[in-house]
């Protein structure tokens, strides 16, 4: 699988959007994110087939950093380049 190039996290009031171009072959897509920009120790927010994800659960006020991985059935790809939402 290649790689996911993530877009600006996009920032609502009760969430943060994030976004980032469809890999070739991918089935699912595993969105991480920290307080801190280091993947070691990201929290993993959830799943989609889509190349979206709206992350509900982050708090006001804080600060987050987001990775996405591209996966299917017998591949995984390397965390994308991190990038940053504010709710």
Request: proline share 2%; glycine share 10%.
């Amino acid at each position: 699988l290649g790689y996911s190039k993530l877009h600006s996290g996009v920032d609502y009031a009760n969430k943060i959007g994030i976004y980032w171009d469809t890999v070739r072959n991918a089935t699912l897509y595993r969105v991480y994110r920290n307080t801190t920009n280091n993947a070691n120790g990201a929290t993993d927010v959830g799943t989609t087939a889509a190349n979206f994800l709206f992350d509900p659960t982050a708090v006001a006020g804080q600060q987050y950093f987001y990775w996405v991985r591209a996966e299917n059935a017998g591949t995984v790809s390397a965390l994308s380049n991190p990038d940053q939402g504010l709710r």
